[in-house]
């Protein structure tokens, strides 16, 4: 089975400066997905960016980036000139490319931007 | 638009008694999820459907059930067998296929609370 670990529950950052999430992953599969997704306070999930697991090259997402290493099975959100409106829970997620669609999240962390 | 709906955005069930979470898309998904949200917990997946008339059973099943009789909808029922059911519930929808990107879209929630 598929585990997504976040292993910092709370994190702050100043109003325009750069802050990175962290998230491993394990997993046996060679195709899958990765997301990252944003929960506000409304609590509506949103979707902050993708990488498929066969592509080399990171995605990027105007101020959002990620470093995936897939030998380390990391997979890091960095958001650059950070906002307020980032104040939120941040999850990652992973999706099997096999048969198994399944949306597995890790426990999240919760991103207060500091004015 | 479309989207994902679910209702009621807040729902107060007496214990013992069982209670039904609803969730409509009109996305044209394949795949529906349901998950449940508890602090310190992330997103945990209770069950979910690939298909019309088939759905699977995620990692916190006991005391839910199903059903997926049409593509625009999975209910979930929360019996009177679920011991701790106050929760925030996400119903979730993607599309379906092997080395496809599943990238999930989400309902605004229902808050269930047992008084």
């Known amino acids: 089975a598929q585990t997504v670990t976040q292993s910092q529950p709370e994190m702050s950052v100043q109003e325009a400066e750069t802050v990175t999430l962290s998230c491993t992953y394990d997993?046996?599969?060679?195709?899958?997905?990765l997301f990252w997704y944003k929960q506000p306070p409304s609590r509506q999930m949103i979707l902050v960016i993708r990488?498929?697991?066969?592509?080399?090259q990171n995605a990027t997402e105007n101020r959002f980036s990620v470093n995936f290493q897939k030998a380390a099975k990391s997979f890091s959100l960095k958001i650059s000139d950070s906002q307020l409106g980032d104040t939120a829970m941040y999850f990652c997620?992973?999706?099997?490319?096999?048969?198994?669609?399944?949306?597995?999240f890790g426990k999240g962390t919760l991103l207060t931007v500091n004015p | 638009d479309g989207g994902i709906t679910q209702s009621p955005k807040y729902l107060f069930r007496k214990e013992g008694q069982n209670v039904t979470l609803s969730c409509e898309q009109n996305l044209n998904h394949d795949a529906m999820y349901w998950y449940r949200q508890d602090p310190g917990q992330g997103l945990r997946l209770i069950y979910y459907?690939?298909?019309?008339?088939?759905?699977q059973k995620g990692d916190i099943a006991e005391g839910y059930s199903v059903s997926r009789e049409k593509k625009e909808s999975f209910p979930l029922t929360v019996t009177s067998a679920q011991k701790n059911p106050t929760a925030f519930y996400l119903c979730?929808?993607?599309?379906?296929?092997?080395?496809?990107?599943?990238?999930?879209?989400f309902g605004q929630g229902t808050r269930l609370t047992v008084v």
């Open positions: 459907s690939q298909i019309v008339n088939d759905f």
């Open positions: 997993t046996s599969e060679n195709n899958y997905y």
């Open positions: 979730a929808s993607s599309i379906w296929g092997q080395n496809m990107n599943t990238e999930a879209f």
């Open positions: 990488q498929e697991a066969y592509k080399q």
């Open positions: 997620a992973f999706s099997s490319g096999g048969s198994n669609y399944k949306l597995t």
